[in-house]
Structure formats: C-alpha cells, structure tokens
T-cell receptor, first 113, second 111 residues
Framework: KAGVTQTPRYLIKTRGQQVTLSCSPI?????VSWYQQTPGQGLQFLFE???????NKGNFPGRFSGRQFSNSRSEMNVSTLELGDSALYLC????????????FGPGTRLLVL | AQSVTQLDSQVPVFEEAPVELRCNYS??????LFWYVQYPNQGLQLLLK??????LVESINGFEAEFNKSQTSFHLRKPSVHISDTAEYFC?????????FGSGTRLLVRP
C-alpha cells in the first residue's frame, strides 16, 4: 500500500497570506489527523477528521481550519499567516478507533516571511 | 489531562553501546503508548506500540520498550546501537483520537 502523501512538500508564503495543505491517507484509512511541529513547541495536535466530521480539535486559533472529503482526503487551511506559523505540518492517517496506530506522511514545511 | 514527559533532550552514546530513552506518562484511564522515530527532514515512523497484553514490546530493528503501570513509564531500550539509529525519538500516548507527544529525545550515536 502507498503511504500517506502530503502536498506540497515545501511552501514559502508572506505574512497575511493564506495557505492550503493537502493530505491523502493510506487506502482504507478513514481517520486523518494534523499536527504542527516547531522547535519551540514540539508536536502539537491540530485536529482530527473521520467520515468528514471533526471529532477533536487542538488549542489553535480559528485561523487554522480543516476539512475532509468523502474519499477521506483532507485539507487544512491557515489564513492570515503569521511568522510563528512557520513549521512542519504533519498529516497522519489511521483506521478508525482512538487507539489505533497513526501513520504519518513526510510533512509540508511552511516558511512564512 | 494526559501528558508525556521525556526528561532527556539529548542522549549521546558510542556505537555498539546500550541505550535507554526515558518516557513517563500521566493518565487516569487505560493507556495506549507509542514510540515514533524521526530522521532528518522526514515524517514520523512508528517504532513500537503498547495497546494491551504483554508489557514488553519489541520492534523489528532491535528496540524494545516495557510498559510499567506502577511507575507510569514506557522506556525505550536497545542493547547495541548503530550509527544509523541517530535520530529523534518521540514517546506518545493516544487519547480521544489524538496523540499527545513528549518533547522528544535526540539520540546521537558516535563511532
């Protein structure tokens, strides 16, 4: 099976712009989660989707949003970018239940100038 | 709230020496514990996991971890490390459809 894929892999934006990141889960996986990784804050949970419904959300401002499509693919959007949004954004997929293993994609590295 | 603590930010070790990376968690409910490894410029790869059953779990590349409920620990060990094990290692607990990660331990294997 193909792994989790994320596009684009690298992105450079300027403050105030918005960005959309895409994630395709492993075939058959219906849960998709997003995480932000920064040197200062480490790995932080953004949100999780299952069957197009958000089941959990982390402590991020409303500028961070996401959605999931009927084919389980997911996108996350960050509006009004700030310098502090520079990070590696990781997507993970799993089957369904909370305790099941999450498989991670390679990430999208976002640099905000 | 659940949390994960990795006290060692960096662990330097010589090749072929044993290593232990420490992980402690706090939880009042059943826990599902994971170790992930991250190589430079890559995503996270699952190393091993504890869901239930035997408290000692092993990975295919020689790592093992033991779930200790009384000490709320899930330390990662390897009896003999290789240069290729140099990476960052993250301990995580699963809760409410999300993973809560520790701050990571950078394992630096020296020749």
């Amino acid at each position: 099976k193909a792994g989790v894929t994320q596009t684009p892999r690298y992105l450079i934006k300027t403050r105030g712009q918005q960005v959309t990141l895409s994630c395709s889960p492993i075939s058959g996986h219906r849960s998709v989660s997003w995480y932000q990784q920064t040197p200062g804050q480490g790995l932080q949970f953004l949100f999780e989707y299952f069957s197009e419904t958000q089941r959990n959300k982390g402590n991020f401002p409303g500028r961070f949003s996401g959605r999931q499509f009927s084919n389980s693919r997911s996108e996350m959007n960050v509006s009004t970018l700030e310098l502090g949004d520079s990070a590696l954004y990781l997507c993970a997929s799993s089957l369904e239940k909370s305790q099941e293993t999450q498989y991670f994609g390679p990430g999208t590295r976002l640099l905000v100038l | 709230a659940q949390s994960v603590t990795q006290l060692d930010s960096q662990v330097p070790v010589f090749e072929e020496a044993p290593v232990e990376l420490r992980c402690n968690y706090s939880s009042s409910v059943s826990v599902y514990l994971f170790w992930y490894v991250q190589y430079p410029n890559q995503g996270l790869q699952l190393l091993l996991k504890y869901l239930s059953g035997s408290t000692l779990v092993e990975s295919i590349n020689g790592f093992e971890a033991e779930f200790n409920k009384s000490q709320t620990s899930f330390h990662l060990r390897k009896p003999s490390v290789h240069i290729s094990d140099t990476a960052e290692y993250f301990c995580a607990v699963s809760s409410s459809y999300k993973l809560i990660f520790g701050s990571g331990t950078r394992l630096l294997v020296r020749p």
